[in-house]
C-alpha cells in the first residue's frame, strides 16, 4: 500500500462520469451509436459546425493527434469524432459541409455527429459535463469564445468548445478546453489510457491498484 501511493508506479488518468449510451448521425446520414463504436481511446471534439473561432482552434490540435497516432501505431486503438452543441440548427448537411469546408487530416477518420436535441444535451452536457446554454443565461449577452461575433445575436446557444477523452467503457477520462491543449498533454494522456488498455492478467490488478490510490499525473 505505501509502495502504491508514494513510488506511484503505474499512473492512470481518473474515471469521471459515465457517458450515456447514445444514437447519432454522421455528416453522410449514417447511423452512429455508442459504445458500438468504441475502441480503447475515443476522442470527442464539441464544437458547432457555425463556430469558425472553434475550428480554428480544433484543425490544428487534429493534426496533432494524426501524428501522434501514426507515429505510435494507434490506428486500430483510437476513434475521433465531432459532435455540435446544437443540433437544432447543425443537421446532417450542416455537419457535411463543415467536413468539406475544413482542412481535416487525411489519414484521421473523423465522424461529424449530430442528433436530437435531447440526445445532444444528455451526451455533452450530462456526459461529457460541458455547460451549453443561452446568450443571456451566460451573462450580458456579448459574443465570446464558442459564439460567432457576426451571427451572436441570431444563435441560441453559448457553450465551450472542448475535446473529451472517453475509455471504451464510457468514462470521461480527460477533458480540455481546446485553445489551451499541448501536444506534449495529449500525447501523454493518450499514451497513459493505451497503456491501461492494453494491460491483461496480473497487469489488470495493478492499473485497478493504482485507480484505488488515485495514481494520477501531475
Avoid at 457576426?150 to 475509455?167: F, K, W
Amino acid at each position: 500500500m505505501l509502495y502504491f501511493a508514494l513510488g506511484r508506479p503505474v499512473q492512470v488518468l481518473p474515471r469521471g462520469q459515465a457517458v450515456p449510451a447514445f444514437d447519432m448521425v454522421d455528416q453522410n446520414g449514417t447511423a452512429y451509436r455508442f459504445p458500438d463504436r468504441a475502441l480503447p481511446v475515443n476522442v470527442y471534439v464539441v464544437a458547432a459546425a457555425w463556430d469558425t473561432r472553434a475550428a480554428d482552434a480544433i484543425v490544428p490540435l487534429l493534426h496533432e493527434l494524426d501524428s501522434l497516432v501514426a507515429e505510435r501505431g494507434w490506428q486500430e486503438l483510437v476513434h475521433v469524432a465531432w459532435i455540435t452543441p446544437d443540433p437544432e440548427r447543425d443537421d446532417v448537411a450542416a455537419m457535411r459541409a463543415l467536413a468539406e469546408r475544413l482542412p481535416l487530416p487525411e489519414r484521421l477518420d473523423v465522424a461529424m455527429l449530430t442528433g436530437a436535441p435531447v440526445t445532444t444535451r444528455l451526451v455533452v452536457g450530462g456526459g461529457f459535463g460541458i455547460y451549453v446554454g443561452t446568450p443571456q443565461a451566460a451573462g450580458d449577452g456579448q459574443p465570446g469564445f464558442g459564439l460567432d461575433d457576426a451571427r451572436a445575436q441570431a444563435l441560441a446557444v453559448v457553450y465551450e468548445p472542448a475535446m473529451v477523452v472517453v475509455d471504451e467503457i464510457g468514462y470521461v477520462r480527460a477533458r480540455y478546453g481546446v485553445r489551451n491543449l499541448s501536444k506534449a498533454r495529449l500525447a501523454r494522456d493518450l499514451g497513459l489510457l493505451v497503456k491501461e488498455a492494453q494491460a491483461e492478467g496480473a497487469s489488470r490488478l495493478i492499473y485497478e491498484t493504482a485507480h484505488l490510490f488515485m495514481c494520477y499525473p501531475r
